[in-house]
């Protein structure tokens, strides 16, 4: 068990991320609308998920720099630039929503000022990713992962249908209209990320440099089968976590909020305290404190992946390994997403509303990031003899082309 637990890293902190409180919001609301006919569409995206965050980790491995550094190597700068700041908004938008949720989820439970509970935990995340050092910060942030669970839980604390829920994965039966296709677009995209492409990369960056005479699989081949070997399981066991936790959440709310005809979930918050009358009192706190746990863990990365972009693009100094006057803009990047999203949360913007179609922004987003990422993965210029094998890049494709056909029925249909 300690063997395997220490082959995951970067991939188990991805996935778990990924079901940040943006992405329970954005699932809750499938379930209630749904019912358990979008179950389908996390059991599609794990092998598609699998493969695009892995050609991200291997890029990261083999040539020892992030994804932005790379795309700024090898493509012009209005490429980069436009990347970035859409990752960049992208990420403080969701910051803004997550912390938001985190605040509305604990207040929920303990009562106590919403904003004084979203203040508190934007400074907590900002000082444990400047004060900790990058592997004692890691090992935290693998524990938290252990909150998902809560929603396997809640599961088993509520009758479910299980045939209707299997029914629903294999043979859904929807109408494709523009509300449908907007709801798919968005459980794509808070599935497939373009925040967790870029934390993948640069955690892969950050696991080279921490380790004493370590170096890229460019400058040391002699190392590649069990570093893409453990990057491999590392990805396949985080991805599946991520979606099967995303499964229970739709199954959950279907089971109880689409039973009981509440169709109309903005946040996660909103979806716990609809869960008190329906569940009972232990899934409505099962359900609270993980969209608690799941934004300690998932702030930092969307800070974190924001920070190592700007930083990689003008390259500056970066990583969770370095001091605080070290790697000053790199910190500050990381202090102004995070606080930025807690001061979005005092405006007249109202972030959470903005939940469900953050989702939809990162699945608009991610395809011209995963058309990139592609021509870097298959380019001997950039992977020199670790190009993406012939069956990954045909999945990092298909997630691709999936990804945009999805997009395009949605405006088409709008």
Not at 204 to 220: K, R, S, T, W
């Amino acid at each position: 068990m300690r063997r395997w637990y220490r082959k995951l890293g970067p991939g188990l902190i991805t996935g778990a991320a990924d079901d940040d409180p943006s992405g329970i919001a954005t699932y809750s609301q499938a379930g209630a609308q749904f019912g358990y006919q979008l179950g389908w569409t996390v059991v599609l995206t794990y092998p598609l998920m699998v493969g695009i965050q892995m050609v991200s980790a291997r890029m990261g491995r083999v040539t020892g720099h992030g994804l932005a550094s790379n795309i700024r190597r090898h493509f012009p700068r209005p490429v980069l630039y436009a990347i970035v700041a859409m990752l960049v908004v992208a990420n403080t938008l969701n910051v803004a929503a997550d912390i938001a949720a985190m605040g509305e989820a604990l207040q929920l439970v303990v009562g106590g000022p919403e904003h004084g509970h979203a203040i508190v935990f934007g400074i907590v995340s900002l000082l444990l990713q400047v004060f900790l050092p990058y592997q004692r910060y890691v090992r935290y942030l693998k524990w938290l992962t252990l909150a998902l669970l809560a929603y396997v839980a809640v599961v088993f604390a509520i009758a479910v249908p299980w045939r209707e829920v299997l029914v629903g994965i294999l043979w859904p039966r929807l109408v494709l209209s523009a509300q449908t296709l907007t709801v798919i677009v968005a459980v794509f995209g808070t599935t497939i990320s373009p925040y967790l492409f870029f934390w993948q990369a640069a955690q892969e960056v950050e696991e080279i440099n921490a380790e004493p005479g370590a170096f890229a699989l460019a400058q040391a081949p002699e190392g590649a089968r069990e570093h893409l070997h453990r990057i491999k399981i590392d990805t396949y066991v985080g991805m599946g976590f991520s979606n099967l936790i995303a499964l229970f959440i739709i199954i959950s709310t279907a089971a109880t909020l689409h039973e009981a005809g509440i169709t109309d979930i903005q946040t996660s918050a909103q979806a716990a305290e609809a869960l008190r009358p329906l569940a009972g009192d232990s899934a409505f706190l099962l359900f609270s404190l993980g969209i608690i746990g799941t934004g300690l863990l998932a702030v930092p990365v969307l800070a974190g992946s924001a920070a190592y972009a700007v930083a990689e693009t003008f390259e500056w100094k970066s990583g969770l390994d370095l001091k605080l006057l070290e790697a000053r803009e790199f910190y500050a990047i990381i202090a102004l997403a995070t606080l930025g999203g807690v001061a979005l949360d005092f405006t007249s913007i109202d972030p959470i509303k903005g939940l469900f179609w953050c989702a939809v922004i990162n699945g608009v987003i991610a395809v011209p990031i995963m058309v990139v990422m592609m021509l870097l993965a298959d380019d001997p210029k950039v992977m020199g003899a670790f190009t993406v094998t012939r069956r990954l890049k045909a999945l990092g494709w298909l997630a691709t082309w999936t990804m945009a056909a999805a997009v395009v029925a949605m405006f088409a249909t709008g």
